[in-house]
């Protein structure tokens, strides 16, 4: 008896030793509305929304790090089985990554305060003024490839913002999404410039398991075709 009795404290304690089992895919995003942000204990957003989704019916195990935007498209970079999002599917990133899209198309502006004399009327135009971005974002290789002179790259969107509130910047590239959560905040901004349109997506890191993201992909094809993204983009949006 005291021979099984150990023999099964024994088992016991191997179990409570081993490792949990990895999530089949680590994500990783960052705050910014609406695409994705915390909201209480919860991760939301209509990125976060159709993410969480197709992880959902592609049946994989996941594990999602909030975090800024360097250390979250970082990690997609260099690391398999990570997949940042919302990520824009730009042509400098297309080698980069394993793409599963799109989770909206959407389109890059140019925003100023209200009121102030910065007027562009073209993008030729606009590359006079200081344009305000975030550090590895998208819009801030935009820019460069577009030829902008004087590029104001912050560590956030919200330090930008906070420049171009002050006067300190003259215009903000930003998503339209991103703008129009501007204007629900009451932040008194308006487009002066169209810079492009940018299809949307979770960005994986070309190590990641073909078949989980294949998986990934048919599950937000199926979303398109029973209206689910849909009805999360409308939610948001």
Not at 111 to 134: F, H, L, R
Request: net charge negative; charged share 25%; with cysteine.
């Amino acid at each position: 008896m005291m021979r099984t009795l150990a023999g099964l404290l024994a088992l016991a304690a191997v179990a409570i030793a081993a490792p949990a089992q990895a999530a089949d895919i680590n994500l990783t995003t960052e705050e910014y509305k609406p695409f994705n942000y915390t909201d209480g204990d919860k991760i939301v957003g209509f990125g976060a929304e159709q993410v969480f989704e197709i992880m959902n019916r592609a049946g994989l195990t996941y594990e999602v790090e909030m975090a800024q935007w360097s250390r979250a498209i970082g990690l997609a970079e260099r690391e398999a089985n990570y997949c940042v999002f919302t990520a824009a599917h730009t042509e400098e990133r297309d080698p980069k990554f394993l793409w599963v899209e799109p989770l909206n198309v959407d389109r890059t502006l140019l925003i100023k305060m209200a009121g102030t004399d910065v007027n562009p009327a073209s993008i030729d135009d606009a590359k006079a003024y200081t344009v305000g971005t975030q550090s590895q974002d998208y819009t801030e290789s935009l820019l460069q490839q577009q030829g902008f002179p004087k590029i104001d790259a912050a560590k956030d969107m919200e330090t930008t913002l906070k420049k171009l509130e002050a006067g300190r910047i003259d215009l903000v590239a930003v998503s339209e999404a991103f703008y129009k959560g501007l204007k629900q905040r009451g932040i008194d901004v308006e487009t002066a410039v169209v810079l492009s349109e940018t299809v949307l997506s979770m960005a994986c890191n070309p190590g990641t398991d073909a078949a989980n993201v294949k998986k990934m992909q048919d599950a937000l094809k199926s979303m398109i075709d029973d209206g689910t993204q849909e009805k999360i983009l409308a939610k948001y949006q």
